[in-house]
Each structure stands twice: as C-alpha cells, then as structure tokens.
C-alpha cells in the first residue's frame, strides 16, 4: 500500500507502513505456507492496496481506444483496437505490453451504462487477456510520453458467443521500481455488438437529421424593390461554406436514411443570401454580403439531399414551446405568433426545396413535456408531439423498450424519442477516442434493445438540434453502421408515429413538477413575450395606414417569431437585445410618419385658415389615416364649427401634405389647440402637435379708424404727386423763357430782359409777345386770332380751369 500511494505522489503514512510490515510478516509465516504461494503475496498486497486507494481507481496509465474496426464484426472479421498509451504517473513502467481482453455478456442496457461510465476503472472486472501474441509489448514507458498501439485479433480468437453486446477491454500491465511484478496499471472499456445473422424481427429505426440554425436575419430591408435583407452577422455564411457545420450535416445526411427535421427560417435566410444581401456592421452601418454562390450551392445540395427523403418542418423560427407554455400563454396574443409560424411553412420550404413537408409534427426543446407544453404544441395545428424516454418515462413494469408511438388523448400522439441513444453524440466528439466509444455505445445500445423481444417495435432518435461538424460525422458513422446491421431497418417518422402503439406503454403525460429545473432555468422570461406583444401592437397600428403593408408586416412578423427562438436557450441577454433592435427599428419607421412642430399662430379677425402638415418620408405612400384639430377652449376658438374637426390624410411616399382647418374666433385671447393622427379604426397614431392660437377681434369702430386713415394716405399721396407736377411745369416754362431772351440779341448777351408785361386788376397774369418770336414773323392786322391764351406757369387764380 505504501508504494501504491508514492506512485501516486503521497507520502506514506504510519498505519500504512505498519500495514506493509504487517502483510510482510504474515507472508512469512509457515502456517499459511498451505494457503498462499510466495509468488501470489506481492500482488495480494497490491491489489488490496489499490482497492483502498479508490472506488473506482483509473490507474498510473491512461489507455485510449481511438479506432475499432469494424465496429460492427461478422464472422471470419479481425477486430482492430488502435490508440494510445500515456504514462500518467511520476515512475517508470517498465516491462509493459498492451493486450485485448472481453468481458462477460451484457444483457441490459443500464450494464451498458455501467461499462460506459466506468470505462477507465482497473479494479472492475476486465475478463481473460486473448493470447498474448495479439499484444504489443513496450521496454519502457516514460513519465508524460504517449506511445501508440494497434492491435488485430481474429473474431474467432474473442471467443463471442451468442449475439449480444460484450465488454471489450484494452489493458497495459506492467511494473514499477516500487511495485517490481506484473500487474494492471491502466484499462478503457469499450463495447463490441456481435449479431452476425439476420434477426427474426427487426426494429423500425427513425432517426432525425435536424437543419436548424440560430437567428441571423433581423427586421430590416432594403428601401428598394427587392427590399434587401440585413443580417445580424455572417456566421451563417461560414456554417454553409464547404466543411462548415452545416454543409457537413447535408453531405452526410444525403447518404443516410433519415427523417430531415428543417428550421423554415434556416432555408429562407439561405436563400435571401442567394441575392444581394446587408451584414449589420458597427452602429447604424452595414456593408454588402459577397457569398451568394455559397448560398446557391448549399441550398442545391438540401434539394438534392432531401429528394425522396421524408421532411417534417419546424414552425417558421423554431419558437420555443415550453418557454411559451410555462411563460408566455399569459401574454395577450402570444400563442397567434405560433400559429403565425406554422402557417407560413408551406409557404417557405415548397417553394425552395420542391417538397411539400409535414407540419403536424412539434418538438419542445429536449423532448421535455408536461400537459402545458402538449397544450401549447398542439394549438397551432401539430398532433403529434415528439417527446423523449427521459421525461415521458415508463412508469409500468416493462422489460423492453417500447414503441415511441403513445396515444395521449385528444387525437395527440406522443413520438416518445429513446433518451439513451438521442443522447450518445452529446459532448466533444473532436476527440477520436470519445467519437470511437459514442458510435460504440449507439450500437451495443441499438442491438440490446432489438433483443430485449420478439415483439415489432419502433424506435426513434433525436439528437440535440445543432450538432457541431464532428457530432454529425459521428451520427453519421454510428447510423451507417446500425442500417448495416442484421437488426434494424430505416423507418419515416410519419409512418412510427402511426403504428401500433403497445397497450402496456405509459400514456400519461408527466405532470408539471417533473418538468427540469435546469430547462427552466433556460427558459424566455415573460417579459421577452411581452417585449413581442408590444411590437406586434405597434406594427398592428402601422400596418393599416401603408398602401402596400406587405413591405412591413413579412419582414417584422417573422422577426418576431426568430425573436422566441429555441436557440435563445442560454443567450437571455442576447435575445433581448434583438428583441429590442426590432422594436426599434419599427419605432424609427412609425417616426417617418407624423406631423410637423408649429409655432404660435396668430388670429386677426372672426375666422381664419389654420394649415397643419403631415410629413411622409417612408418610400410608400400612407393612407387611411385621419388628421383631428381639437380646440382646448372652444368658446374662444371653434374649429370647424365645433371644438374639433377631423380631416383624411393621404400623402405619397417621400411627400409632405398640408391640411387647412377654418377656425372661428368668439373672444379675444389665446387658445391651445392639438393636432393628432388617428387611424381608421380611431387608434392614435404617432405624437400630438400642440399650438396656441393668439385671436384679436376687430370691431367695426377700428375698422374706421384703420379706414379713415388709409383714405388720409391716399389724399396727401395725391396732394404730392400733383404738386411735384407743378413744379416740373414750372421748370420747363422758366427754362423757356431763358432760351428765348437769349435769341433777341445775340450780339449782347448782357442786354436787359423786357419787362413782363402789367398785370390787369383783377387779371390772370398774361405775357406781351415779342415781335419776331413767332414763326411767322412780325403780327399783321390780318393774322388769325388764337382761340386761348398761352399756357403760364404760374399759379392759377381763384375758379381758374387748369388744363393737364
């Protein structure tokens, strides 16, 4: 014992080096000479000193099965078990070899378990080693160094007998300076299925093959025709490139006989990638998407793949049912966003794939239900609920698994999915000594089942909904090898569901307490259904003012159901705030309809036209709305005769439109009046536009007055216009008279001018004309008399007649 636990780094203890004297002393005596030879004592003390190291004892040395081919033997097959060996300890092993050994026959599942979860434990029983000359032997194994085994055996060397699954053990013996005799210091179980003829009665085996993604498309187009997607990132591009996680899951699966299980969302975000398409960048960016020929030919591959296979599709968006039941049926409209879903699946997947796919089918996270769950899965049309053995569990006395088909009443059948092989693939299956014991497992648990009894069954598998790339190429190696085998045979799921069920299956559905804590804990809250709730108000009210609501109501709606996805389980906060984006974004398309801020209008007089303007920048037009203008004091200001008046708004896209309300004014003062949309069916639409209105009568008294004065403008307008023409007379006639004084003398300039002529009493002023001013020389008796006296410049006298 003492040198067990230096291997293992302690330091031995008192009681243990007493014991070690002790057992030596004990081998020594002459009185069990008889009962225990000398050569056996050594590995007595060992064995009871590893058995007090621990329960379950992995050993110094770690084994590693890393391939078993094939992993399913017929008769006259060699069995090959390669790996590794690491010495894991602070000793030397030296004189080492690695054998084969199998185990006893394993006749129930649960020893398959066992084996499974005790796979590295030394001190459980590992069986006789085959001849030692399949082993492979090592001189040394080095503290920290990995050495490499292979290891080929005739199937007729393992001694299999009847068919069943059998324990197979790879082993390294050996010793240590502190333990100097042979003995087992690492083991890895792993399990050999052995049924080489056809079995009488073959299980039906459905297995699902899910396309399921997480969320990638968000609410926002394009403002174009096509309305251009956004995504939320590119990741789905890189599960669709060649060995990504999806590309790999339609490769492998188009050679597999399975039930496809499709996300319609997966299919249409793939598709709108077919064209062109955003990538949502930092803040309000995005920039263009470059993988449309991915797109192309992984979608081509799905319609190839799928061909003659059954598909079951999925509610648009995978929505999380058990979060909905437990959470959700509280929240006024949230089960119609489930039938929303399904509604549009037909729709989706036919057109893309060119296969109609059954959509009664509902699958809550895990298979996990209880009588809300089926409730809810059931309300959007789905009448068959695939569950799984470990919540709907068998509460009877059965010794076999039975059918997955189980009545439940209503017209609802229960899939119940078996646990123990939908499970197997969980985990990093990266590694090849865990992929190597999954496919083992699936095997060993598959042909234990077919031979628990003669009776016709069917099976079905559900393994967790996005297997990663190596989980799906372990499904597929473990599958491959069970529709090769002698026992089981490829079914559709449609057809397991409608076989017979077995009259001894439980039927009942588990109650609510037994739902699991830990999927709860996941769950959407109901404040991430009553976040959905209030968009799908919003774009409720939105939707029936657009001319072409379709733009608005395909994009958002199925926005909302990506936002009560399946894949939200465990990203809670990452789920709000998608939630949130959406809103959002709605909330900034209802802003691009609403009503321009006025400032303080001013009221002259009895009645008046007030202009209120509805501002439209969305690119499709808006109608079916209704501009209401409300007086706050209509014994001040009436609009329209009345405290309000209501107007239709109709206005184009990109446009703003201006509505006139007349107004009339019974006081003096100031008024606040609100302008406030409405739709048709009189919900308010976007925010009020509050004003005040300031009114000033006029009464007939200032109506003369303003009168009066502007008739006083008008006359001294008058009096000036017609004095400046005087005085433009006047200028001319004096520089007429200048002229004509300066032709009488040529010669002397300087002479003095003639006297006017006198001035009658009681006379207009008149002027002598001058001989030789006329044109026709000096006056003659018989000259013709002018009618009037030339005009004058001068002031016109009293009742003088002036001629213009």
């Known amino acids: 014992m003492a040198e067990a636990a230096d291997f293992q780094g302690m330091s031995p203890s008192p009681a243990r080096r007493w014991l070690r004297r002790t057992g030596t002393l004990f081998a020594g005596v002459p009185l069990l000479a008889g009962l225990l030879q000398m050569p056996a004592v050594a590995p007595a003390a060992a064995s009871t000193g590893s058995a007090a190291r621990s329960a379950t004892d992995a050993g110094p040395v770690s084994v590693s099965v890393n391939s078993l081919t094939p992993s399913l033997p017929g008769e006259g097959d060699t069995v090959t078990v390669s790996g590794t060996v690491t010495n894991t300890g602070k000793q030397a092993v030296t004189d080492a070899h690695v054998g084969l050994r199998v185990g006893p026959l394993l006749n129930t599942r649960s020893g398959i378990d066992s084996v499974t979860r005790d796979g590295d434990d030394i001190q459980g029983a590992i069986g006789p080693e085959i001849d030692d000359k399949y082993a492979q032997k090592y001189t040394e194994l080095t503290p920290g160094v990995s050495q490499r085994f292979s290891l080929s055996v005739p199937v007729d060397e393992l001694n299999l007998g009847k068919n069943g699954v059998y324990q197979v053990a790879v082993a390294l013996s050996g010793q240590t300076a502190a333990q100097p005799w042979e003995q087992t210091l690492g083991v890895r179980r792993t399990l050999l299925p052995w049924q080489p003829d056809e079995a009488d009665t073959k299980t039906s085996t459905t297995f699902l093959w899910p396309l399921v993604s997480t969320v990638h498309t968000t609410a926002e187009t394009g ?187 209503g017209g609802t059948t229960a899939v119940v999915a078996d646990s123990r092989l939908s499970t197997v693939f969980q985990g990093d299956m990266t590694k090849a000594s865990t992929s190597t014991l999954a496919v083992q497992r699936f095997l ?198 009345d405290a309000y008046q209501e107007q239709p708004v109709a206005v184009s896209g990109g446009h703003s439109q201006s509505v006139k309300f007349t107004t009339s004014a019974n006081a003096n003062g100031r008024a606040t009046v609100i302008a406030q949309l409405y739709t048709q069916d009189g919900q308010k639409y976007g925010e009020p536009v509050t004003f005040d209105v300031k009114v000033t009568e006029i009464t007939a008294t200032v109506m003369l007055v303003i009168g009066g004065g502007v008739l006083l403008l008008v006359l001294a307008g008058f009096r000036m216009y017609t004095q400046r023409k005087r005085a433009a007379v006047r200028e001319v006639r004096e520089q007429n008279r200048a002229e004509d004084e300066g032709n009488d003398d040529p010669q002397n300039p300087d002479a003095p001018a003639e006297r006017p002529a006198e001035k009658p009493e009681n006379g207009p002023e008149t002027k002598k004309p001058e001989a030789g001013s006329g044109t026709d020389g000096p006056k003659q008796p018989s000259d013709p008399v002018p009618d009037t006296e030339p005009e004058t410049a001068d002031p016109s006298g009293t009742g003088e007649r002036v001629d213009r």
Do not use: C
């Open 223 to 409: 403002s174009n025709e096509q309305q251009t997607p956004v995504l939320r990132d590119d990741d789905l591009a890189k599960e669709i490139s060649p060995g990504g996680r999806l590309d790999r899951m339609v490769t492998l699966g188009k050679n597999l006989d399975v039930t496809w299980v499709i996300d319609p969302d997966l299919l249409a975000s793939v598709d709108a990638m077919t064209e062109s398409y955003e990538v949502q960048g930092e803040g309000d960016t995005t920039t263009p998407g470059g993988h449309q020929e991915t797109a192309k030919r992984w979608l081509a591959d799905v319609q190839s793949a799928v061909k003659g296979k059954e598909v079951v599709a999925l509610p648009f968006g995978d929505p999380d049912l058990a979060s909905l039941a437990h959470n959700g049926t509280s929240v006024t409209g949230s089960l119609s966003h489930l039938k929303e879903a399904t509604d549009v699946v037909v729709n989706t997947v036919e057109p893309i794939l060119h296969v109609k796919p059954a959509t009664d089918f509902a699958w809550p996270v895990n298979g996990a239900v209880d009588p809300s769950v089926i409730k809810v899965a059931t309300s959007a049309g789905a009448d068959k609920v695939i569950a799984r053995s470990d919540s709907f569990r068998e509460t009877g006395d059965l010794s076999y698994t039975p059918s997955a088909a189980r009545p439940i009443g």
């Open 444 to 641: 060993a648990q598959s042909l234990t089942l077919s031979l628990q009894t003669s009776r016709q069954r069917g099976v079905v598998v559900a393994p967790q909904r996005t297997p990663t790339a190596s989980q799906a190429q372990t499904m597929a190696e473990a599958l491959k090898a069970v529709q090769d085998g002698n026992w089981s045979e490829p079914e559709d799921l449609t057809a397991v569901a409608k076989a017979e069920p077995d009259p001894a299956a439980t039927t009942e559905v588990p109650a609510a307490s037994s739902y699991p804590s830990s999927l709860r804990r996941q769950e959407l809250p109901r404040s991430a259904f009553e976040q959905i709730a209030r968009t799908q108000d919003k774009l409720d009210k939105f939707k029936v003012i657009l001319s072409d609501p379709s733009r608005v109501v395909t994009p958002f709606g199925r926005a909302l159901n990506r936002g009560m996805s399946v894949s939200w389980r465990g990203r809670i906060s990452e789920a709000a705030t998608y939630r949130s984006g959406v809103e959002a974004y709605l909330d900034g398309l209802l802003d691009q309809v609403k009503l321009i801020e006025k400032s303080e209008t001013k009221l002259s007089g009895r009645s008046a036209t007030i202009p209120v303007t509805v501002q439209n920048n969305l690119v499709q037009g808006v109608e079916n709305l209704t501009l209401r203008l409300t007086s706050t004091n209509p014994t001040r200001l009436e609009i329209g005769g």
